[in-house]
């Protein structure tokens, strides 16, 4: 693929914009991001041809008013030129902006600055997390199912009441949490609360003498630009308000060698189009891809051959726009929104790396090599297929080493998972990716690799990693199928043609200052060494980094990996420090303990016990099925329904899925009960089949009624009374003159599996009628049964056992007697 080839055709797409789709014509080698930078540039029209041909109309009649183009052909000319460079993405014009601000001299001004920066960070983040707390303080009321006083209340509503002390903690005062109360009881739904404006990241301009306050504004805010004196920065901060147009220089490519003439000419056009969009005013000029422009040739970055062609580069564009009666500077500049249109930085940095991105037909993401990669390949006269597989890799692996079709049947990956992480690699961007559980299946890494579930809770679990492939051995086989974004290991270039493909994070800040230095001569404007640091880099990194050159410099610190968490030790008390003056006061209190559980999953046992529910709501069949820890303790729900759709089964399946990963995980059932009963959908109505639980306002009120009851003894949720849906709400009462019948003893068999037990638990238990025992399943209580009877009717008295029914005496209890 040559430049022109990449560069031919003008195409339709449809892009899907944040509230839209559109359909737009633009340059098939234009990106997406690309494209939707000219769609703002436009004022969202898509139709980016018709807004071009409008502006570059008006532009022809600013210049024949200023007199830059004499005639009606030298005009009709100039409009049908820019119009063309415009539309092919060569040639990007911004209006005017305001001027950057240039902080008065001092250590004064540069503290104000960062303390608002950090202040304006910290009210971002705690803006966020207020407006959260206040949401949920009234969707815990709107969630909320009764009595409208009591759901208002946060001694009656327990859910109210964590959802108000977590906002108090957040920093939420009591009065907006009763804001938010009275939002909710008055009907609505939604905290609406704008945050506050993110820090600008606009630049100011200071002093490089003001010393250690500036290197602390300038690690802290990544805004500062040190300039070597007040004249100096009084430039910077005039030629960044300019209109400025920006001049790609990868456009002029023709049969692979730089047209002089064409870059000239449309140099010219570009200077006349900002001087009339400047109105008689100053502006700037600013030449953008200097980097790719250089590997284009082959030239390395940093070297004498490089910064020359470089020079001569830009002494070709200012002898250009000598002849123009337009006050233009010539310049470099860093701005983000014209870089985004033209789609290389005009700051004089080294090129990207020769791997860019594609997007096919369907919307895709592929690697793809870049147009001044090849052309620099081929300048080089370097193996062009050699270099693409070291780059993009062979996309296949039939002949990976240590990972491959062989290797992978004998850790038991079939064709099946074989060819689905085949299928991902031209999107994957690491080996790994490829493996990813979702990719090859959960039933296989479960049943073949033997993964169970507490590993699979795990983010990012690594498939490879636990087939036994070591790190080296995936490092080996993705650099063979994915390939490398770097040509620095690539064998079929020497190590002087690795130098020119030097991408802008291998190339030595040093490097980029002696580049701008040897530009500044031809330039109008000093340039900015603009020196991207790492995230960590410290307060002496910047100051290093601010004194590499004597030109103005400004420091930027990355942005925070995303996976970064601060891990924070749990902090012993510290002991009480002695009262020497007064007699300690002896008095009573109070003493809470709050038992935090680790964040771990808790296992259930492989065989465990539990209880299955039929009951119907409402008409509709609903089999709940409980699993418990060896003490009791509910770990696991299953929730089946049928003559349902298949989406709502599976919304209710994956529903108890989530339960009991919260349950396993430490989460109170008591939570799950506050947040769910009195929920209400349909299905609702009388309850059938459950002795405790009568009636329910929707399917999760039913079952959460149901644990609560049989759990945390809840029988306040209970509703005993069966005719508790009748009109009158009065149920039936006791028959006059009719005693109740006394419940009959159960045998234990009914409550106790057998399969459970394994026929362990002895044929003459019973359970024993109990008056005073709450509504819901039975409990067994601690008890002897009798030798004599063989009822467990067994009391302590004294030291001895003495059965109530027979009278037998069993003696003494054998802990008792080996006390």
């Not at 056009?269 to 200097?290: K, W, Y």
């Not at 709501?617 to 770990?635: A, F, I, N, R």
Request: proline share 5%; charged share 25%; with cysteine.
């Amino acid at each position: 693929m040559d430049s022109d080839t990449s560069r031919a055709g003008i195409e339709g797409r449809i892009l899907e914009l944040g509230d839209r789709l559109v359909e737009v014509v633009a340059p098939a080698h234009f990106s997406n991001a690309r494209v939707e930078a000219w769609i703002d540039w436009a004022g969202g029209k898509s139709d980016l041809a018709t807004a071009i041909l409008h502006y570059a109309y008006e532009l022809a009649g600013k210049a024949q008013a200023q007199g830059l183009t004499k005639d009606l052909k030298t005009r009709t000319r100039f409009r049908e030129a820019i119009t063309e460079a415009m539309q092919l993405g060569v040639v990007a014009i911004t209006p005017a902006r305001a001027p950057l601000k240039v902080l008065e001299p001092g250590a004064a001004a540069l503290e104000r600055m960062t303390a608002a920066h950090r202040g304006r960070e910290a009210a971002q983040a705690a803006a966020g997390l207020v407006s959260a707390r206040l949401q949920a303080v009234m969707d815990a009321i709107l969630r909320c199912d009764g009595d409208p006083e009591a759901c208002a209340d946060p001694a009656r509503n327990t859910s109210l009441a964590r959802a108000a002390e977590a906002a108090r903690n957040a920093g939420a005062p009591d009065s907006a949490i009763l804001d938010a109360i009275a939002l909710a009881r008055s009907g609505e739904s939604a905290w609406i609360c704008a945050p506050p404006p993110p820090a600008p990241a606009t630049p100011f301009v200071a002093l490089a003498s003001e010393g250690p306050s500036l290197v602390r504004a300038a690690w802290a805010t990544g805004r500062l630009i040190a300039a070597t004196d007040a004249v100096q920065a009084a430039a910077i901060a005039e030629s960044a308000a300019l209109p400025t147009a920006g001049v790609e220089l990868m456009g002029f490519w023709r049969d692979g060698a730089f047209d002089e003439a064409a870059f000239a000419a449309t140099t010219r056009t570009a200077s006349i189009a900002v001087g009339a969009e400047a109105e008689g005013g100053p502006a700037v000029l600013a030449v953008g891809g200097l980097g790719e422009w250089l590997v284009a040739h082959g030239f390395d970055y940093d070297s004498d051959d490089g910064r020359a062609a470089a020079r001569n580069l830009f002494q070709l564009a200012h002898d250009a726009i000598q002849s123009l009666d337009i006050d233009l500077r010539l310049g470099l500049v860093n701005d983000p929104e014209l870089a985004l249109r033209l789609g290389v930085r005009l700051d004089g940095a080294p090129w990207s790396g020769p791997v860019t991105v594609a997007e096919t037909a369907d919307g895709e993401t592929v690697r793809v090599l870049s147009e001044a990669a090849i052309l620099g390949l081929k300048a080089l006269d370097v193996d062009l297929a050699a270099a693409q597989a070291a780059l993009l890799g062979s996309r296949s692996l039939a002949e990976a080493p240590a990972i491959n079709i062989e290797t992978l049947a004998a850790r038991g990956f079939t064709s099946l998972e074989i060819e689905a992480a085949q299928a991902e690699l031209p999107f994957a961007r690491s080996l790994r990716d490829a493996f990813r559980v979702h990719v090859v299946g959960e039933g296989f890494v479960r049943d073949v690799l033997g993964v169970d579930g507490d590993q699979l809770a795990i983010p990012g679990f690594d498939v490879l990693a636990f087939a036994g492939f070591t790190d080296a051995e995936v490092a080996a086989a993705q650099a063979h199928v994915l390939g490398s974004d770097s040509l620095a290991q690539c064998d079929a270039l020497t190590e002087d043609q690795r130098r020119v493909f030097r991408s802008a994070g291998e190339v030595p800040l040093e490097a980029q200052a002696a580049m701008l230095g040897t530009l500044a001569p031809a330039l109008d404007v000093a340039p900015v060494l603009d020196a991207a640091l790492p995230w960590a880099a410290t307060l002496a990194d910047v100051e290093a980094a601010l004194s590499v050159s004597d030109l103005p410099v400004r420091v930027r610190r990355g942005a925070a990996p995303a996976a970064l968490a601060l891990e924070i030790p749990s902090v012993p008390e510290l002991p009480a420090r002695a009262q020497a003056v007064e007699e300690p006061v002896i008095q009573e209190r109070i003493v809470e303990r709050v038992i935090e559980r680790e964040r771990s999953r808790r296992k259930l046992p492989d065989r465990r016990k539990g209880y299955i529910q039929k009951a119907a709501v409402g008409g509709h069949k609903v089999y709940l099925h409980t699993g418990e820890y060896d003490d009791g303790e509910l770990g696991e729900i299953f929730i089946d329904m049928h003559k349902e759709g298949a989406a709502f089964r599976s919304l209710m399946n994956n529903f108890a899925i989530s339960v009991s990963l919260g349950l396993q995980h430490g989460v109170p059932l008591e939570e799950f009960v506050d947040a769910f009963v009195f929920t209400r959908f349909e299905p609702a109505g009388p309850v059938t089949g459950n002795d405790t639980v009568k009636s329910a306002t929707s399917i999760l009120d039913y079952i959460f009624r149901e644990l609560g009851v049989s759990y945390l003894g809840r029988n306040d949720l209970a509703s005993p009374d069966s005719a508790e849906l009748n009109a009158d709400g009065l149920g039936r009462g006791k028959a006059d003159g009719v005693a109740a019948e006394e419940p009959e003893p159960q045998p234990a068999s009914r409550f106790i599996s057998r399969g459970f037990a394994r026929g362990a638990a002895p044929d003459n238990l019973v359970f024993l009628p109990s008056a005073g025992r709450p509504a819901g399943p039975a409990v067994l209580a601690e008890a002897e049964v009798c030798a004599a009877c063989g009822d467990i009717a067994v009391v302590r008295k004294g030291q001895a056992l003495i059965c109530e029914t027979c009278g037998a005496r069993a003696g003494r209890r054998a802990d008792d007697q080996a006390g």
